[in-house]
């Protein structure tokens, strides 16, 4: 049973670039939430998608959007690029009812920005 | 608004000590879900445990117990015998049943970084 995946595991861009990450689920999850976390902090959400629909948003810019594909994978991009975007990016899938929502994360993408 | 309170950024053991990692959060909900992730240094969140917030039996895995206590909203995390294997960060996060169905999203602490020394 695979668990959550990201491609890829590491990137370098510049300034002014823009970027995607992908993110396959869980098998069987229907749910994909993206995080931030930066150095030494907690995961900070940026947002949800389910049913190919953005469900729920952190409080990140329109900079930072995003995909959901029918079979369940999903994307996340980042366009104009700022020093500030370099983290630690998770996906992580679960269950839409609530009723099993653990989430659980792939190994994440690390964005570093030059 | 949710905040969850990890107060301990820090904590230093022995193998062998047991030790209490604490967790204090905040919401308005009489819904909630509370759960508890470790991050080693590899970077991947590792799913430890899930409460709802009408459970408050306190749980026990192997070496690992979880206090749920809502007089004080508190979900403590106790290691026992800690190894050298549990040298990470742990996080603990909140969530909420989201009005429009599904659960809202997981407000992370800021984690406490747990080292164990041999």
């Known amino acids: 049973d695979a668990g959550v995946t990201q491609s890829p595991t590491h990137l370098i861009k510049t300034r002014g670039q823009q970027v995607t990450l992908r993110c396959s689920p869980k098998s069987g999850h229907d749910t994909v939430s993206w995080y931030q976390q930066a150095l030494g902090q907690g995961p900070q959400f940026i947002f949800q998608y389910y049913e190919e629909e953005e469900r729920q948003r952190g409080n990140f810019p329109d900079r930072f959007s995003g995909h959901q594909f029918p079979n369940y994978s999903s994307e996340l991009n980042v366009n104009a690029l700022l020093l500030g975007d370099s983290a630690l990016y998770l996906c992580?899938?679960?269950?839409?009812?609530?009723?099993?929502?653990?989430?659980?994360f792939g190994p994440g993408t690390r964005l570093t920005v030059l | 608004a949710q905040k969850v309170t990890q107060a301990q950024t820090e904590i230093s053991v022995v193998e062998k000590e047991d030790v209490t990692l604490d967790c204090v959060y905040e919401?308005?909900?009489?819904?909630?879900?509370l759960f508890w992730y470790k991050q080693p240094p590899s970077g991947e969140l590792v799913f430890l445990i899930r409460?709802?917030?009408?459970?408050?039996q306190n749980e026990i895995s192997g070496r690992y117990s979880w206090n749920f206590q809502k007089s004080t909203s508190s979900f403590n995390f106790t290691i026992t015998a800690s190894q050298v294997v549990d040298s990470a960060v742990y996080f603990c996060a909140l969530s909420e049943e989201a009005p429009q169905g599904g659960s809202e999203k997981l407000v992370f602490g800021k984690g406490t970084k747990l080292t164990v020394n041999p």
């Open positions: 919401t308005r909900d009489t819904t909630y879900y």
């Open positions: 409460r709802n917030s009408f459970d408050e």
């Open positions: 992580a899938s679960s269950f839409f009812d609530p009723k099993y929502n653990e989430q659980f």
